[in-house]
């Protein structure tokens, strides 16, 4: 490699290491790098001459350095900044010439005229024969998109490149067309048979992206998932506490009836009356709230025609038609999916009535708590004054032993 050759790498790939945007994904130093190494070969395929491969180098390492300047007329920015750094380091203008020509010959739609011109054009689109060109031109797609050129799907960008290698591309030199072409017909035949089976998905695309508008929003549907799931979790706490309390009432009453209530028989324990009274009261008000707690209300479970039309019944709710008939009900929901409207109504009416059932289930459960900690303080208390002031004296009594 000539001295003015190994500057212009140095050069070059400093450049494009350090000035390239980060959405260049495609057109960078790995794509220069490849453009130079496929030059290469086609110079010793083709035998070209030293003074021409010098040439031919330098055009490939500069042909798109245009490209941190800007990306349109990337090749005049190529070939300016190629012409100042040629001229820095005392090129001939035959030189400069030359290779501003070649750059130029990059241009897309340019017919190569010379064997220099059709090297590099050749070497430009070497990746069309390469094994990882479908993962090259994706990237190519992604930097298109990145940078707001132009935004293909992945069905029209195959559609795209099917007819840029079938039909617009073409290469010149006979070493390619004898060691290229066979690679660049197998990525055709891939693109083909990609074409072929994911025909399926092409129209489901298709149709996703007609029918986008009528979608409803993802960020809607989380915010009925999530609504919905928590006013049913807290539904489940509230059947949980009135069942706790629902529990200890029924094992308090238990133990009172079975251990406490015998013993007033007694007269001694006349005392105990009315703690107990308290004490079974508080309890079984207890017990009776915490069943209304977590009573379920009695609904119709039927509805008409018109209430379907006008949109008033909510079908998502099983008591609104448990006692419809199947067609009936088959036929309410078939209107229902068709109204996006009425289906968000629906769901909305859903979360309504569960917080009215939750409000009312948390309120009876407040007022339950509160009468069963009043109902133990004011028993103990009732206890502690009927043994303090009405209790019997108690007389310790030692065994007497018997000989």
Known sequence: MSSIVSKAARFVSDKLASDTNPNYLYHNLRHTQRV?????????????????????LLAAWFHDLGYTVSYSNHEENSCGMARDFLTEHGCSKEILSQVCSLIMATEKEYEPKTILEQIMRDADSSHFAEKDFLATSELLREELESLGIAQYSLVDWREENIRLLRTKHRFYTDYALENWQQGKDKNIKKLIKDKKKNSKLAKKERLKAKYKGE????????????????????????????NILLSVNAIIISMALSNLIPKLDNPSNDYLIYPTCVFITFSIVSMVMSILATKPNVTSGQFTEEEVNLKKVNLLFFGNFHKMKLEQYDWAMSQLIKDKDYIYSSLTKDLYFLGIVL?????????????????????????????????PERVLELPVMQP
Do not use: C
């Open 215 to 242: 979608l409803p929003d993802r960020g809607i549907q989380t915010l009925y998932r999530v609504t919905l799931r928590n006013h049913l979790k807290l539904s489940d706490i509230a059947d949980t506490k009135a």
């Open 36 to 56: 130079v190494n496929s030059t290469k070969e086609l110079i010793e395929g083709e035998q070209i001459g030293e003074v021409e491969e010098e040439v031919l």
């Open 359 to 391: 409000e009312r289930k948390y309120r009876i459960l407040r007022w339950t708590y509160t009468v069963f900690m009043i109902g133990m303080v004011l028993s103990v208390i009732v206890f502690g004054i009927a043994l303090k002031f009405y209790g």
